[in-house]
């Protein structure tokens, strides 16, 4: 027999079988290798979308931590360096925008060396509440409050109410002070001492020769408006 016959017999088939099965090992079929290949490059664009939206949503959280830590701060009161304009000078002073503007006016009445209650705060030519605050009243570094204050015939009207000089050694510690008749002297003395930076120092205020004490009444001393009372350290 020739080589080829034995050929034949080794694939104990036909001779078509042998072609046939020649071509199924040296040409694979193109549609199904194509199928193949198409389910790999779904497969692999599944996954690459299913990491982009994980890295997106991790993107996302973060972001809105950030924020959160804005919003957080957002609420922290911040400080607001106030112009405020009286006569021809500016005054600058440091207030929280949560602070009612009272501690304005007590500020101008240590710089002014006068009664709080003399002292009116205007905007635009409207005056301004002591309660209000000046994140309510939309108040930012721009703006300029004006400072009047009020002269001693402004209190001539009210009966019960004294202007009284407090003064000491110094011509810079001298302070006008309005009180009424029958308001114990206590008021008067602290608000001295604090404009005066004195705190808790030792003073003694006098008037007329006599050491004056905390209870007593400009009433009860005879006080006039225009009295002077005397303080020594």
């Given at each position: 027999p020739s080589l080829f016959d034995q050929d034949i017999k080794i694939f104990h088939g036909p001779l078509h079988l042998l072609h046939s099965k020649r071509r199924v090992v040296s040409k694979p079929n193109k549609k199904l290798v194509f199928l193949e290949m198409s389910r790999m490059y779904d497969q692999n664009f599944k996954n690459l979308s299913m990491s982009l939206s994980a890295a997106k949503r991790s993107l996302q959280d973060q972001i809105f931590d950030e924020d959160d830590v804005v919003l957080i701060d957002a609420f922290e009161p911040r400080e607001l360096m106030l112009k405020i304009r009286c006569r021809?000078?500016?005054?600058?002073i440091c207030i929280?925008?949560?602070?009612?503007?009272?501690?304005?006016?007590?500020?101008?009445?240590?710089?002014?060396?006068?009664?709080?209650?003399?002292?009116?705060?205007?905007?635009?030519?409207?005056?301004?509440?002591?309660d209000a605050t000046p994140a309510k009243l939309d108040l930012?570094?721009?703006?300029?409050?004006?400072?009047?204050?009020?002269t001693?015939?402004?209190?001539?009207?009210?009966?019960?109410?004294?202007?009284?000089?407090?003064?000491?050694?110094d011509k810079c510690?001298?302070?006008?002070?309005?009180?009424?008749?029958?308001?114990?002297?206590?008021a008067?003395?602290?608000?001295?001492?604090?404009?005066?930076?004195?705190?808790?120092?030792?003073?003694?205020?006098?008037f007329d020769g006599q050491r004056l004490t905390e209870t007593l009444t400009p009433e009860q001393l005879g006080m006039e408006s225009g009295d002077v009372i005397e303080v020594w350290n």
């Open positions: 021809v000078d500016i005054y600058k929280l925008m949560t602070e009612p503007l009272q501690r304005v006016v007590d500020r101008m009445s240590e710089i002014l060396k006068v009664h709080p209650n003399r002292i009116i705060l205007l905007h635009y030519d409207s005056e301004l509440s002591v930012g570094v721009a703006d300029i409050i004006d400072c009047i204050v009020e001693s015939n402004q209190w001539a009207d009210d009966p019960g109410a004294l202007l009284l000089r407090v003064q000491g050694k510690s001298v302070m006008e002070i309005t009180v009424q008749k029958g308001e114990p002297l206590e008067l003395m602290n608000h001295y001492k604090e404009a005066q930076g004195l705190g808790r120092s030792k003073v003694v205020f006098y």
